[in-house]
């Protein structure tokens, strides 16, 4: 199995062991040997998942203003932990890849493989929530059908993306590619940079 279909096996297996619990605290129950690609793309998507549920709860009309502030940075902070492990998993490719040497011609991608792997991700989160509103029971006929319609897309776009992120993988061990690991660079997060955190004056 090629690296994206294992990714879609292994998100789509997070996804479900999420919905079981279905709780934003739960612990990641991750099955897979510390190390491994399989072990950091399943906490990856579980990752994700919390972080969706956050913002399905956050957008409560009636949410009390203490709480979603208490959410709105729980939010930020998963951002962080994303950004974190996107890197890692990028690191984890640059590492498989170390030893290839580009050929002269060779090209760099607009995306890196982990950016890629990270749509996967929530494309699996995306298909799951969208199946769940086509099994509706008490959702309209004209609801059903929409939903089944953006389903049928999501689907597409999963097999279209696992195609193109497993033709970037040939390209990179064969040369014809290149990556590269850019850090993100995020600056809200960090005191040094954001200037209401260090206390800048107008």
């Not at 062991?17 to 991750?30: A, L, R, T």
């Amino acid at each position: 199995m090629k690296t994206a279909e294992t990714a879609n096996t292994v998100f789509d297996k997070s996804v479900k062991e999420y919905h079981v619990n279905d709780n934003i605290d739960f612990p990641c129950p991750n099955p897979y040997p510390a190390g491994t690609l399989e072990h950091i793309l399943f906490e990856k998507n579980w990752v994700d998942a919390v972080q969706w549920h956050l913002e399905d709860i956050i957008r409560d009309p009636n949410i009390d203003p203490v709480e979603a502030l208490a959410l709105k940075r729980r939010i930020d902070s998963s951002n962080q932990v994303r950004t974190d492990m996107v890197e890692e998993i990028d690191s984890w490719f640059r590492d498989k890849f170390s030893n290839v040497t580009p050929d002269p011609d060779a090209t760099f991608n607009t995306e890196s493989p982990a950016w890629a792997l990270d749509r996967l991700s929530i494309l699996a989160l995306k298909i799951w929530h969208m199946k769940e509103q086509t099994l509706r029971t008490d959702a309209t006929p004209d609801h059903i059908a929409r939903c089944q319609a953006k389903l049928d897309v999501l689907l597409e776009q999963r097999s279209d993306l696992t195609t193109a992120i497993d033709a970037l993988l040939d390209d990179i061990s064969a040369g014809r590619k290149y990556m590269k690991v850019y850090r993100q660079m995020k600056m809200y997060n960090d005191p040094a940079t954001n200037p209401v955190l260090y206390g800048k004056k107008d």
